[in-house]
């Protein structure tokens, strides 16, 4: 059984206020499946990019034991290619270019190999794209993460809403979970995003933590209190992998669990934002990633004994 | 031994977008000394009102076993008066009217009774009157709070360097941890701060929750999501007084217990904005209280063993 992450491979070209990138590996399912992979022994990747793709930017996600089978590598096609500047608060970004490139006739391919899914997280892509992968699939998975963004709200709501009916769980931000529900309350919006289909819903607020609903319950999970934020690029997608990797690996999808996946996301999301695009979390230790989630336990938990 | 409260005692007229009220009793000190009454036994109150303060709301005050021995009545003075209105966010607002009518000349006298002050709340206030309570204290307490805002950061910021080097605690917001440090990052905002003297800084950030830090430390509390929120005038105040409140009663100033004391001030403001005004805090059961901490505990409480 095992993990598959669908989601983009890309170009990312940053500016910060700490500095500035060329075109470097980034996308979705790469962080996504890098993030996972300090969890999930099997991960299968779909995906697409152009032949000025690096090999070994491939060969760095294999030796994360990250099976790219299904990454498919169009010949005489341009990887997909994103430019953002962030402002002083790093909260907010302006977009500087995006070139589709060969995301525009994507059209995911499932390996044989990959039909055992049991986890299946669906990176931010058009939603008819991430609904034919659940039908390419000739088993549901246990559990489905689905990851979006205000785009496909505004181009493709309708694709949007069947695909939600699908899904276990939808991760988005806090604007986004507005725009969606048409609430600006968090716990109104939940409420109604629920009823849309997924079972959970995960809100992620960046620097202010995530919160994770069900119809009955929220669980809410701080951001690290860091020195610097040098790069929110991927954050949102290392959160995400960490969430699914963590959950793929314990096979256990009870809401105690799902808390648990939660702070082990929000633990690859802290390490995400410390440098540019995927480095950090390209070669973290056992300890490190241990020690950090020390860092969120001491941070949030305490004692209160009520009589 | 005791818990002295010093700050201001008012009028308040709010517009929210969900409605308005005429003018209604609020005030630093009267949000602080209500919320820290659930938790300790004997509160001393020290601030000023005019001939037109009604009695019935000293009579709601005693009642919460508030001593007013300190509070001046200034016959043919008129009582401090704030009018404000929210945006639709909630987050932010404008002050429409400040008539600062007995504030303006306003010197704390200390009855003699209130010597044996352990616990020292000093609400927002000028420093120069926050300091001179500290002065005319004969012994030092053995823990200080100090409330403050951008306001006095603008006009009268070598006081609040003063005061500052005199207390264990200051309590500010996000935006004015930044204004007073000149840092935009919270955790060296922190540092900073905690070199100008207090051992310990509270960071509230409304929806977002509050931080508390000290040299080594950090301990995150989040805000109860909720439905709506009604009038955030006195959340501060709310978690202020429940903060000091339950040290005080528990006497007990470790790290562990400021992180109990810093759920239990959270639990207050989110009563608090449930109602206009101090409504809601005036006549909690204990059984409320209660209920309302074990979701604070089910909200962020989760249980990952590190091997």
Known sequence: MSLLVIGTVAFDAIETPFGKTDKI?????????????????????????????????????????????????????????????????MNSRDTLETQLNVLEGFDPIIPESYQDCEFLMLGNLAPSVQMSVIERLRNRPKFVVLDTMNFWMDIALNDLHQVLKKVDVLTINDEEARQLSGEYSLVKAAQKILSMGPRYLIIKKGEHGALLFNDKQVFFAPALPLEEVFDPTGAGDSFAGGFIGYLAESRDISFDNLKRAVIFGSAMASFSVEKFGTERIQNLSAEEVDDRVQQFIDLVQFDISLV
Chains 1, 2 share one sequence.
């Open 25 to 89: 590996v980034g996308g979705a399912a790469t962080f996504i499946s890098l993030a996972a992979s300090y969890f999930a022994k099997k991960i299968n990747l779909v995906s697409v990019v152009g032949d000025d793709f690096p090999s070994d930017a491939i060969g760095m996600m294999q030796k994360r034991h990250i099976n790219t089978d299904g990454l498919q590598v169009k010949q005489g096609e341009k990887t997909f290619f994103w430019s953002g500047r962030y402002h002083n608060d």
